[in-house]
Nanobody
Framework: QVQLVESGGGLVQPGGSLRLSCAASGSIFSRYIVAWYRQAPGNQRELVAEMTPGGTTNYVESLKGRFTVSRDNAKNTLYLQMNSLKPEDTGVYYC?????????WGQGTQVTVSS
């Protein structure tokens, strides 16, 4: 069983930055693909970025250059650095770990971009 706990969300003005964190229960990065998803009100959950055990990152094309995913293996923590935030980035951001068709989700953290 993998437990994921997100933090770092909040209210930020357009153009601002936030860094989200996802603390994992144990050393999962060498075995799981980990990812950030988001869900805006009224929309389906969508992939933001993911990282493979080997460290390869994949981003949604529209977010490249503004969002960066990284991890700290020693802290078992995944990060999402979000820059130049826009109101359309508002939503609940979820951490995800998947392996062999099994998915684990965190509880989500709210990000609101508004002036």
């Amino acid at each position: 069983q993998v437990q994921l706990v997100e933090s770092g969300g909040g209210l930020v003005q357009p153009g601002g930055s936030l860094r989200l964190s996802c603390a994992a229960s144990g050393s999962i990065f060498s075995r799981y693909i980990v990812a950030w998803y988001r869900q805006a009100p009224g929309n389906q959950r969508e992939l933001v970025a993911e990282m493979t055990p080997g460290g390869t990152t994949n981003y949604v094309e529209s977010l490249k250059g503004r969002f960066t995913v990284s991890r700290d293996n020693a802290k078992n923590t995944l990060y999402l650095q979000m820059n130049s935030l826009k109101p359309e980035d508002t939503g609940v951001y979820y951490c995800n770990a998947k392996r062999s068709g099994v998915y684990y989700w965190g509880q989500g953290t709210q990000v609101t971009v508004s002036s």
